[in-house]
């Protein structure tokens, strides 16, 4: 069955982030090929200026500059944050994060409201045809980039081994919490710096790719391999979280810089560093907590704050990727300009439920996961019927 918008040009609308975000969904490179397609593109007025792309770059591409309420008027719309689904007409089709599990709200107003909501976030990262389209990962790189920086430019020595006539540097000590895609391109970035890093993963299966970049893998005693069919850390018992924590905090004893990746999908990040174990922490160490956003793995991180413990700096900075404005929507509109391509039929967005991008593999996949869909979250005032994990939580 494939439900679309016949028109002669369909309407595909830009909006400007909220305060705070720097990041733009869409590029003025993105444009030709989204015309190209057979859509019309407006942006609203501004969208671009935090991302260093000027209305007329925008205007000389092609695209409609416009009003907010002229863009909250297209049929389609990509945002990055969503926006209050008050304003977003009924029967348009949003293409936004809109991290469904963490805010069911979103989807109950996107439900009443008749909203298709399509949430970037829940991509079925695992099919070779949704990698182009992976938000996840294209955000999650520059963050695990990012987390070095802040390292590095917050601990108090310099971070390659460097012989002097003075005398001999040492070499910085960075420990990696987690080898997901933040945390191999925070192990490469650390590497290339001139660190010595080690890096831990629930995953056993890891300590090959952490190796592979540079790192030296952390082995806990009775490790297994704690990963979902969806390639995701599943959760761990409460005794095996003790054990863990206490070996690698072990090992990040005498780091210089400590990075926690650690993000369970749908849920609070686990706690990796609990307190008792900065305190033994060396005075002037740096920890760079990627999930502040989402409760932090640190305990004694203070979400967008950076704070002193005991000598021991803790970065609670939220939004990593989007501190790299320009780089992350250009990775960010190349992802959602796939995604939109291949939905395109005869110039119009055309909805394909059999797609397994939009409602998930089929059971007969070796990539289907029970209880999830794909991107495609609610329309026609109705939850996706492959979102069964997604409609007990509503």
């Known amino acids: 069955m494939v439900l679309g918008l016949q028109r002669d040009k369909m309407k595909l609308g830009i909006l400007k982030e909220p305060e705070g975000e720097m990041r733009v969904p869409i590029v003025p490179n993105s444009i030709p090929k989204l015309l190209k397609s057979g859509l019309e593109v407006f942006v609203e007025n501004g969208a671009g200026d935090l991302a260093n792309h000027s209305d007329g770059e925008y205007e000389s591409k092609g695209a409609t500059m416009a009003t907010r309420e002229d863009v909250l008027g297209c049929e389609a719309l990509i945002s990055i944050n969503p926006p209050s689904l008050d304003d977003v007409r009924e029967g ?39 990698q182009s389209m992976d938000v996840n990962s294209s955000q999650d790189n520059l963050s695990g980039y990012k987390a070095v920086l802040l390292g590095a430019s917050h601990v108090p020595k310099g971070i ?34 001139g ?42 018992t409460p005794e095996f979280i003790q054990k863990v924590n206490h070996t690698v905090c072990k090992v990040a004893s005498d780091a210089d810089v400590i990075i926690t990746t650690a993000r369970i999908f749908g849920r609070p990040a686990p706690i990796t560093i609990p307190k008792s174990a900065v305190e033994e922490f060396k005075t002037g160490a740096v920890i760079v907590d990627m999930n502040a956003d989402v409760g932090g793995n640190c305990e004694l991180t203070s979400p967008g704050e950076i704070i002193n413990s005991n000598g021991v700096k803790i970065i609670g900075i939220e ?38 991008i939009l409602v998930g593999p089929s059971k007969e996949s070796d990539f289907y996961v029970d209880g999830m869909g794909g991107v495609l979250i609610c329309m026609n005032g109705e939850l996706h019927s492959n979102q069964t994990r997604l409609g007990g939580i509503l």
């Open 195 to 236: 660190a010595v890093v080690y890096a831990s993963d629930v995953r056993k299966s890891a300590a090959e790719q952490i190796e592979s970049v540079g790192g030296r893998f952390i082995e806990v005693e009775g490790m297994d391999d704690f990963e979902d069919e969806s390639g995701y850390a599943k959760p761990l």
């Open 319 to 356: 939004n990593l990727a989007g501190t790299i404005p320009s780089t992350a929507s250009m990775l960010y509109s190349n992802n959602l300009t796939n995604f939109v391509i291949s939905l395109i039929k005869d110039g119009n967005i055309s909805l394909d439920l059999k797609d397994d």
């Open 92 to 130: 348009c089709i949003l293409m936004c994060v809109a991290d469904p599990f963490r805010n069911p709200d979103i989807v109950k107003k996107a439900i009443s409201r008749g909203v298709t909501l399509i949430s970037m976030d829940m991509i079925p990262r695992r099919l070779s045809r949704a």
């Open 160 to 193: 390659p081994m460097m012989t002097t006539s003075a005398g001999t540097v040492k070499p910085a000590k960075f420990v990696i919490m987690g080898s997901g895609v933040a945390g191999l391109q925070a192990i490469a970035t650390a590497k290339r710096m």
